[in-house]
């Protein structure tokens, strides 16, 4: 039997439980329902069970794309949490002269929106009007084309980095300051350094806010989009329709007017990277518990 407490309490989360199952749960369960139909020439919309499933498991751009993110988060995400945590110890030092500007600084890329900093590097990157270009034509040389098919994923990954390493600083530089200061007081008397207190302080503590920040980043390796359909204008020959799952989803229900195949291939985007995401996590924190 509810008591008025429990009706207190579901006053409280009824209006998030309301927002949260029509704005998440509403749309996976209808992308759910879209992946089990087909839309054929002759027929129309027909019910076909898995076979979208099954079409997308032997999909050689779908898994082409899957790869590619897969080689995109295994570098660029340790580079990008690497400076982060740079850039956090750094702050949190105390040396650093203006800490405070170089925090605003380094965080504020963040706040620009994704598809402006696209456009941003992506003329930067110009060999014809671009800084490249420019640089070609002021010093003589011959600078590689960032656009290039070789190198775009490396340039759209030094895009992503330069718009979240601000974010990620944040996250460990917090960690960082719920540390009590009387460690560091106690391992300056015992006569350790600055370095020894950081290995044996401050990375310590840092584990779960660094475990946050890598599940963050797993997450939007996974959902990579705004990047290269922004680049797609700038270099066509570069960036494939399935360049990206998210890419390759949206040129199926957008370009392709596929959208029980592209809902398929969300689905299995969204339950690959929960168990990407979970299986890093349990085996981070397996040593903590």
Do not use: H
Request: hydrophobic fraction near 55%; proline fraction near 5%.
């Amino acid at each position: 039997m509810l008591t008025r407490r429990t009706w207190i309490g579901w006053q409280f989360t009824g209006p998030f439980l309301a927002v949260f199952a029509l704005v998440f749960l509403a749309p996976i369960g209808y992308s759910a329902y879209l992946s089990l139909f087909r839309n054929r020439l002759v027929g129309g919309t027909v019910f076909v069970g898995l076979e979208n499933y099954t079409k997308a498991f032997t999909d050689p751009q779908f898994w082409e794309a899957v790869t590619r993110v897969g080689i995109f988060l295994v570098v660029q995400v340790p580079v990008m949490l690497f400076l982060a945590l740079l850039c956090a110890l750094a702050i949190d030092s105390g040396r650093l002269y203006g800490a405070a500007f170089f925090r605003i600084s380094i965080f504020l890329p963040y706040a620009v929106p994704a598809v402006v900093a696209a456009l941003m590097w992506g003329f930067m990157y110009g060999t014809r009007i671009g800084l490249v270009g420019n640089i070609n034509d002021a010093f003589g040389v011959t600078l590689p084309d960032p656009l290039a098919p070789g190198l775009i994923l490396t340039s759209i990954g030094n895009i992503v980095t330069w718009e979240f390493v601000g974010y990620n600083m944040i996250i460990l530089y917090s960690g960082l300051k719920v540390i009590d200061t009387a460690l560091y007081e106690a391992a300056a008397i015992d006569g350790a350094g600055q370095f020894r207190i950081v290995r044996a302080i401050k990375l310590p503590a840092l584990r779960g806010p660094i475990v946050v920040a890598t599940i963050f980043s797993i997450i939007g390796s996974f959902q990579l989009f705004n990047e290269p359909q922004i680049l797609d204008t700038l270099a066509p020959n570069s960036i494939t329709t399935y360049f990206t799952p998210n890419v390759y989803a949206y040129q199926l229900s957008f370009g392709g007017q596929q959208i029980n195949y592209s809902a398929t291939i969300a689905l299995i985007m969204g339950v690959l990277t929960m168990v990407v995401a979970y299986v890093f996590q349990r085996r981070s924190l397996k040593g903590a518990l």
